[in-house]
């Protein structure tokens, strides 16, 4: 790993205790792929070879590279990989290491649960689910082999429909290894469930989800927010952000204008027909250049689905209905994309890499929950309390519900917003966000002498 050039770097030797010791502004400037450190706990990590073979992708490194990332690792990792650091660790502390109140709070909350076996105890939601699954696939098969009807056709698809939306909460608790036992096993379901069964690679969802989980709602880093020229949350993407994420701008042009302008118009919509977007970035991933886990098995897994569903759909008896086959199955599953966005897309943005040092308040700033009987829990995967999982994603969605109040009361202790709104609610909150953009989008148009030519062909209402 190597010591630091004292040219480069201050080394502050503790007379004390014999530790040596370096600043966090010392620490910010080994942010870079090529040299990458971060610390936990005081304790600073070279952490650059291992980003190479990080179960969860290089990007949560690079994203809290040169700073301090104890929450987000008591986060993301169980105890046993605590026993890896050591080898990681450069002999230096830092100076002028500081645990905020609420970031204690927040560790021995983690440290009792963990206690509690809570990380461990999975229930039987699973089995329920894919049961649930497995009924639904099979009703979906059984109505478009022996059935001439066309209701009953359209039916399958909603069903199909259906059956996908439960899959991806499946995929899911399996990307965050919640799903299985043990850690093959999770990707195994994530390959079967998700590549195989919806046709969305798990690759490509833990590649987004885990810079998402990291960067949440960083209107830069988080690509769950970068949905140009579709859709923008916030008029701060009109100055052509670059993503760090994709690694190119997001071009604000007179086409992004134009969709824009209407997207609260647009939004279910486009929500409706959103899974062939997955498809693409599917596919865009498979095919690139990057450094893809498990690759073989992802293809396979993807041309595995792209088999079986076009020999479903070949079945129907005529290009009218199979064509509805599908455009139903995929508007029932853009009421998950609209939950998704629901939980993140009124919620509070910023622009710039995330900071260490604020996880807990970074995450209910930029999540949203939704409240709902528990008899709905089903419906919504336990991700309607986003912000318990974004603040324990290892955590089984079945103690969701259990821990929201100790949740909701560590925020009132430290005055931190913890928002719940109902579904209704939540879509008339995102709607307005969306507005708000859109107005603020024509206004950056008019404003604009070289599109005056592009608005005399658009009225807006």
Known sequence: MGSPSTSTIEVLNSVTDGKKYI???????????????????????????????????????LNLSGQDATDAFIAFHPGTAW???????????????HVSEVSKDYR?????FSKSGMFDKKGHGVIYSLSFVSLLLSAT????????????HML??????????????????????????????NKFAGIFIGNCITGISIAWWKWTHNAHHIACNSLDYDPDLQHLPMLAVSNKLFTSLTSVF????????????????????????????????????????LLSK??????????????????????????????????????????????????????????????????????????TAGTIDISCSSWMDWFFGGLQFQLEHHLFPRLPRCHLRSISPIVRELCKKHGLPYVSLSFYDANVTTLKTLRTAALQARDVTNMNPQNLVWEAFNTHG
């Open 23 to 61: 600043t966090s502004e010392e620490l910010q400037k080994h942010n870079k792929p090529n040299d990458l450190w971060i610390s936990i706990q005081g304790k600073v990590y070279n952490v650059t070879e291992w980003s190479k073979q990080h179960p969860g992708g290089d990007t949560p490194l």
């Open 290 to 363: 990057r450094k893809v886990p498990d690759k073989v098995a992802n293809i396979l897994g993807t041309l595995i689905f792209w088999t079986w569903f076009p020999l479903l759909v070949s079945c129907l008896p005529n290009w009218g209905e199979r064509v509805a086959f599908v455009l139903v199955s995929f508007c029932v599953t853009g009421i998950q994309h609209v939950q998704f966005t629901l939980n993140h897309f009124a919620a509070s943005v910023y622009v710039g890499p995330p900071k260490g040092n604020d996880w807990f308040e970074k995450q």
């Open 83 to 97: 026993a890896n650091l050591p080898n990681l660790f450069t002999g230096y502390h830092l100076s002028d290491y």
């Open 141 to 152: 098969v059984y109505g478009v082999l022996y059935s001439s009807s066309f209701s009953v």
């Open 156 to 185: 399958s698809g909603a069903l199909l429909g259906l059956a996908w939306m439960q899959i991806a909460y499946l995929g899911h608790d399996a990307g965050h290894y919640q799903m299985m036992s043990t850690r093959g096993w």
């Open 246 to 285: 994709y690694g190119r701008q997001l071009t604000f042009n007179p086409l992004a204008r134009f969709f824009i302008s209407y997207q609260h118009y647009t939004y279910y919509p486009i929500m409706a027909v959103a899974r062939v977007n997955l498809y693409l970035q599917t596919v865009l991933l």
């Open 108 to 112: 021995k909350l983690a440290s009792e």
